[in-house]
């Protein structure tokens, strides 16, 4: 019998396919830091009956319209803005995605963010490596403080109260807003629910960890960053397309807000020459939320048990849709 083909669009570890090679003919991109080509994917994704796809690939109803012989698309994130899901949906493909196995991983990276954001960790070792350090002064690289202080979570997900556990060992004050509310986030961690202005207002961490949806888009405004502290420190580490970049640049450059800690940007990859690398208070990182190689094994494993689910007509794991 023909094996069915899955076609994965990066090059991944040869050992983590091998598991299912018995089963299934594996095509795959080349190229492990380069993204496939739109034309490559469209021809291989055409003989292909599983997809394992990254969030740099646009799977929408042009795409879908060409590959019938799809059954799954795997996204290799929790994120799955890339993906059209309701043009799936019509065409009968499921749309898998990787929760649970990133949420400690990411939360880690966006304590990590928020850390050497406010104590201007990047900064203090520049700082030595630009050699300019000749003497100890009393506020030379001063930051601002994490104990005690108030953190707001947008978007009190999985990942959200993984942070939150965070921050209490912090003896932060967590708030946060969330489409609904979290009883259980507010009893075991103590988090208290307030409407999203009220929790710029009265913040000292801002933290987005809110999936882009229609609803999500650019709510971190200029309005928004009006509302905040002068002394706040925003961070980003879900989906760049839920800030106006242009107004988090104005009110980092204006000093309306303290700085920025950012995992995601409104187009990624960015280079050396966007107007936020040139902010000495804007911290920006190549989204490596949930960077780590046991977690990025993870997530693939989990992709091809979702594949499997699906091409031997069994429920995948993790639906989005
Ligand atoms: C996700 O899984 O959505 C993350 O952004 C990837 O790091």
Redesign the pocket.
Known sequence: MQKSVIYITRKIPRTLVEPYEDTYEFRMWDKADEPVPRDVLVTEAKNADGLLCL?SEKIDADFLDQVPNLKIVANM???FDNIDVNEAKKRGIVVTN?PDV?TET?ADLTFALLMATARRITEASDYIKQDQWNHWSPFMLAGSDIHHKTIGIVGMGRIGEAVARRAKGFGMKVKYYNRSRKPNAEQELDATYLAFDELLETADFVVSLVPLTAESKQIFNKEAFEKMKRSAIFINASRGGVVDEAALIQALENKEITAAGLD?FEKEPISADHPLMKLENAVCLP?????STATREDMISLCFKNIAAVLTGDEPLTPVN
């Open positions: 969030l994130a929790v994120g990787t990133l990411t995601v989204h490596i939320g949930s960077a």
